[in-house]
């Protein structure tokens, strides 16, 4: 009898140690499934918000949900470990609701219609295939938010006139533009200063003045008083350079 309790007691014993891994995994299944379920139910809330702002008219809304419609990948969110799409892509929507940002003089839509039309033309670039944009508009948006100084319209034209794309290539107009835009603090402006300075494309070959753009694309800000500080210091080595 004895032996055959202590063997009942270790049989009871295995099946309880297989029994509790199995159901914890259960139960973080079912648990992270629900989580999931919660965190996509808010990011919905919060997109259907976003909408309804967008709707109703408010221009950083139209700006920002017509973004999140076009570029869905980039508002995707991880949970769980699990890639989520909250937005569903509609091109003709998106450009719908940047129109009408750009009419109520939202800057940053004006220079996007060209940001966006430079961008169909990239065959790396599968997001914007399909979008009917035409050159006359995103010029004539680009031109408005260009009378303002705005940073990314001086950018917009100086990739046109580095590319050729839209008007004649000119890399004295796509320097200055990019020179403008740097000046600003605009990283996208400050990259392609420092690759053409470290390549020697239409200014002369200078690593310091390349690592000096580098390290102002890298801040990721154009606030920064280290930032101005650096604009200077290449502002003079230009000067500097153009009158030697």
Not at 133 to 159: F, I, P, R, Y
Request: proline fraction near 2%; glycine fraction near 6%; charge should be positive.
């Amino acid at each position: 009898m004895l032996t055959i309790g202590t063997q009942s007691d270790t049989c009871i014993m295995k099946t309880k140690y297989l029994f509790l891994p199995i159901m914890s995994a259960v139960i973080l299944f079912f648990g992270g499934c629900a989580s999931t379920d919660s965190k996509y139910r808010s990011l919905r809330n919060e997109h259907e918000q976003l909408k309804s702002k967008a709707i109703a008219g408010d221009p950083d809304a139209q700006f920002e949900y017509a973004n999140a419609i076009m570029k869905t990948f980039l508002y995707a969110r991880t949970i769980n470990s699990r890639r989520i799409a909250v937005y569903k892509r509609d091109p003709v929507k998106a450009l719908k609701f940047l129109r009408n940002a750009a009419e109520k003089g939202h800057l940053e839509a004006q220079a996007t219609f060209l940001k966006w039309w430079l961008r169909t033309h990239n065959p790396f670039d599968p997001w914007m295939r399909g979008v009917d944009l035409s050159l006359e508009e995103s010029m004539e948006w680009n031109q408005k938010a260009l009378g303002t100084g705005d940073a990314q319209a001086l950018v917009n034209l100086g990739h046109c006139y580095y590319l050729g794309r839209g008007v004649e290539k000119d890399m004295e107009k796509a320097a200055s533009m990019f020179l403008k835009g740097g000046e600003l603090g605009h990283i996208g402006a400050a990259k392609m200063l420092s690759d053409m300075y470290e390549k020697g494309i239409h200014f002369s070959k200078d690593r310091d003045v390349a690592r000096a753009w580098k390290c102002i694309a890298d801040s990721r800000t154009s606030t920064e008083p280290a930032v101005q500080v650096l604009v200077d210091e290449i502002k003079k080595k230009i000067e500097h350079n153009t009158k030697n």
